[in-house]
T-cell receptor
Framework: AQSVTQLGSHVSVSEGALVLLRCNYS??????LFWYVQYPNQGLQLLLK??????LVKGINGFEAEFKKSETSFHLTKPSAHMSDAAEYFC???????????FGQGTRLTINP | DADVTQTPRNRITKTGKRIMLECSQT?????MYWYRQDPGLGLRLIYY???????NKGEISDGYSVSRQAQAKFSLSLESAIPNQTALYFC??????????????FGPGTRLLVL
């Protein structure tokens, strides 16, 4: 079965620093890949997604992610963290033909002033 | 108004009670989902429905049932609640696009505590 691993349940960075949230998937056939964000007391919202084409995907709020097939990874980055980025981030995959999302366990991002 | 609404937002119940969580959407989407969120486990799929006549079990359907009353409404029931069903429950919707292109839209969640 397809699985998703997010390295680090908690990540803390200083305001203005680089944000790097890691996501690896297990599949011999690359799935469709997503990052969702959950702000406090809210539901999830889509940050970005990779389906086909360019492997560097840009999302909302300055985030981007790069699909690396050789590493089975889809890490999320932002060059400069802002206090408003504090949230929980979920990597998710949709195996081709499955029509269902499989979520990682989430990474809580804390921004220090 | 929110596109995906869930009621109630918070619920405390006792072991053995039957409860229903409701989800409504105004997005006109055919697909609806129920997830539960537990700390450290992410979101896990309970049930999903691709149209009014289509209901499917997810990875953790035991102890739950669903009803798709209309395109816009999808309810989740706990027939006899138990403490390990204490969790945050999310409803989501999506519209069929090209495979892999669909975005899921989430409601605000229902926080359930089973005593």
């Amino acid at each position: 079965a397809q699985s998703v691993t997010q390295l680090g349940s908690h990540v803390s960075v200083s305001e203005g620093a680089l944000v790097l949230l890691r996501c690896n998937y297990s599949s011999s056939v690359p799935p469709y890949l997503f990052w969702y964000v959950q702000y406090p007391n809210q539901g999830l919202q889509l940050l970005l997604k990779y389906t086909t084409g360019a492997t560097l995907v840009k999302g909302i709020n300055g985030f981007e992610a790069e699909f690396k097939k050789s590493e089975t990874s889809f890490h999320l980055t932002k060059p400069s963290a802002h206090m408003s980025d504090a949230a929980e981030y979920f990597c998710a995959v949709m195996p081709q033909g499955a029509q269902k999302l499989v979520f990682g366990q989430g990474t809580r991002l804390t921004i220090n002033p | 108004d929110a596109d995906v609404t869930q009621t109630p937002r918070n619920r405390i119940t006792k072991t053995g009670k039957r409860i229903m969580l409701e989800c409504s959407q105004t997005k006109g989407h055919d697909r609806m989902y129920w997830y539960r969120q537990d700390p450290g486990l992410g979101l896990r799929l309970i049930y999903y429905s691709f149209d009014v006549k289509d209901i499917n079990k997810g990875e953790i359907s035991d102890g739950y049932s669903v009803s798709r009353q209309a395109q816009a409404k999808f309810s989740l029931s706990l027939e006899s609640a138990i403490p390990n069903q204490t969790a945050l429950y999310f409803c989501a919707t999506s519209d069929l696009a090209r495979e892999g292109q669909e975005t899921q839209y989430f409601g605000p969640g229902t926080r359930l505590l089973v005593l």
